[in-house]
């Protein structure tokens, strides 16, 4: 390609549009606005976080929702280019160079597409917790005063609800006479896990946090639930709403345990971190819930301290 044309064709974008440059590249960039009310739809959500390369999948997905916006965007650049050598009597230049300046402009020119802001969405996801019960169909939490339990049997070693109750500072002996006998001794967690027991609609109820999380959160949380590592672990806010739910049958209790202290939740003791509705039938089904299940608390600590457990 001739030199004047080179210039030529810088000088077009320099007066026409405007595109961010970076000198070490020798590329020139240019944004594709979104609507403020653009999001990825459900399906998409699930899609991307039920992958085993979910990052890949959101990148595939994405590129295929603006492949034609970034081309509309290269075509508008080598129409403007066009016209500016029209405009200036190179025509004849254009027309003797086309395929070549057509090939210069797709290797120095950037569609950014709006990966962060999608990766930025919020999502709503059910946090399942597996502490043995799981192998169970979660029957474990089961227990009296459930209508399926029986007066006088105690709580399983692997049941979910016996890992919270340690987890909030309290053994099996307490909880066992809270759930038979209704002695809490002041206690808010004891009192409202009886209740949450005793209100369960159905038989397979998992021990269940409801949290929100940006896309990328939930992408992440999910590929170190795949791994396990071990003394990975994640703290969720005693704010966190919680409670036991059957995802299978459409039922659950009240959803209201009553957290007196922050979670210290291993990521090994976690079945899964799907969106609401991905795994069976989501509470915002089940309960007509618009969401705000998921606004209270939430992940406090992300990531694992390197001092921790």
Request: aromatic share 12%; charged share 30%; glycine share 8%.
């Amino acid at each position: 390609m001739l030199e004047k044309v080179l210039e030529a064709i810088r000088e077009a974008i320099e007066t026409r549009l405007y595109l961010s440059y970076d000198e070490k590249t020798d590329i020139y960039s240019t944004e594709i606005y979104t609507d403020y009310r653009d999001e990825l739809g459900e399906q998409y959500i699930s899609k991307i976080l039920k992958d085993k390369s979910p990052l890949d999948t959101f990148y595939e997905i994405v590129d295929e929702c603006y492949m034609d916006a970034s081309d509309d965007q290269v075509g508008y650049i080598i129409q403007q280019i066009g016209e500016y050598f029209q405009l200036n009597d190179m025509g004849a230049a254009w027309d003797e160079n086309e395929d070549a300046i057509h090939d210069w402009i797709i290797n120095h020119i950037s569609v950014n597409i709006p990966y962060r802001r999608f990766l930025d969405q919020d999502v709503r996801v059910d946090i399942i917790v597996d502490t043995g019960d799981e192998d169970h169909d979660y029957v474990l939490n089961c227990v009296y005063p459930h209508y399926n339990g029986r007066f006088g049997e105690l709580v399983d070693e692997k049941a979910s609800i016996l890992w919270l109750a340690r987890q909030q500072g309290y053994t099996k002996h307490q909880l066992n006479k809270a759930l038979r006998y209704y002695e809490y001794n002041g206690s808010k967690f004891l009192k409202s896990m009886a209740v949450e027991v005793l209100n369960c609609s159905t038989h397979m109820n998992a021990l269940t946090f409801f949290v929100s999380l940006t896309l990328m959160e939930a992408i992440s949380l999910k590929e170190r639930v795949a791994t396990k590592k071990k003394g990975d672990y994640i703290v969720l806010d005693k704010e966190t709403r919680c409670g036991l739910c059957d995802f299978w049958n459409g039922g659950g209790g009240v959803l209201e345990i009553a957290l007196e202290k922050d979670v210290l939740l291993p990521i090994k003791l976690i079945s899964s971190a799907f969106p609401d509705g991905c795994r069976g039938t989501g509470v915002g089904e089940i309960y007509g819930d618009d969401g705000s299940l998921h606004e209270y608390g939430g992940i406090k600590a992300f990531e694992p301290e390197k001092s921790a457990a």
